[in-house]
């Protein structure tokens, strides 16, 4: 169980509710891109994790998102953030076209997803500052609209 999932689940906001839905379509893309390449993948416990760098960021993020909705939307909001860096810095390690496809798309939902995110802390008079993408990339994504994402 992502910590989105976990965190939808405690505090039932409209953010998480429509993430959810897409991060089981994120998931079955990465799984089908691990086929497509035979690279071999275990799915994991919900919540266990073999990378540890992992695991210790999914312990942070349900610490500190259970605490109140609003910090549950700042971990949303950084959950995206982090994943909008990893996946730029996956992207300008490989030339593989079917993995750089997969990999925008889940970029694209991600811009999507924290402008959901940053939306809902401003709405609570709160404001996010990016801890992983520029300010400068930060500022171009809260302020743009929101992307089909390859969807019709």
Known sequence: MTPIVFLGKKWNLPQFQNIQQ??????????????????????????????????????????????SSLKALKIGATIEDLDINDLENHIK?????????VFEKLKCGSRNHLRAFVRGIEYNGETY????????????????????????
């Open 22 to 67: 897409s991060e089981q379509r994120h998931m079955n893309s990465i799984s089908n891109l691990l086929d497509l390449h035979d690279i071999d993948h275990t799915i994991m416990e919900e919540g266990k994790f073999k990378n540890q760098e992992l695991q210790k960021y999914y312990n942070q993020f349900i610490e500190t998102g259970v605490q």
């Open 93 to 101: 390690q490989t030339n593989n076209n079917s993995i750089i496809q």
């Open 129 to 152: 500052q990016p801890k992983y993408i520029s300010k400068e990339t930060f500022s171009s994504i809260v302020n743009g609209e929101y992307e089909r994402c390859g969807r019709k």
